[in-house]
């Protein structure tokens, strides 16, 4: 009987800030063994899940043009369209202080 190695598991992280993506994927490779694509514009972003599965999604709330809750909800309805039908991967929203010191607001 030969052992089966499971797949690892896909995250896409979506960030604005290229070096918070850098130090996250590291980590993340480093800890969990797992493959992380990551991308500074949520246009590629969306480009990226519909050629991939993904087991988790973060995304930054706050980017330029579209933010975090938008690419999510733009990614679920092409993932409810697609045949077969994919799960849309779970969503995880970092909020960070925006730059005039006022903190950002999940919903």
């Known amino acids: 009987m030969s052992a ?3 797949e690892p598991k896909r995250i896409l992280i979506v960030d604005d800030d290229v070096a ?3 130090v996250v994927r590291e980590a993340l490779v480093a ?3 797992c493959e992380v694509d990551t991308s500074p514009k949520p246009e ?3 480009e990226l899940s519909l050629k991939k599965k993904y087991d988790l999604l973060i995304f930054d709330f706050q980017m330029p043009m579209i933010d975090g809750a938008m690419l999510f909800f733009l ?3 092409v993932y409810q369209n697609s045949h077969p039908v994919r799960e849309v991967p779970p969503l ?3 909020s960070r202080k925006s730059r ?3 903190s950002a607001r999940s919903t």
């Open 31 to 33: 800890s969990l063994r």
């Open 4 to 6: 089966v190695a499971a």
């Open 75 to 77: 990614i679920g309805k």
């Open 92 to 94: 995880l929203l970092i």
């Open 20 to 22: 918070l993506l850098r």
């Open 100 to 102: 005039g010191g006022e």
């Open 44 to 46: 590629y972003a969306f």
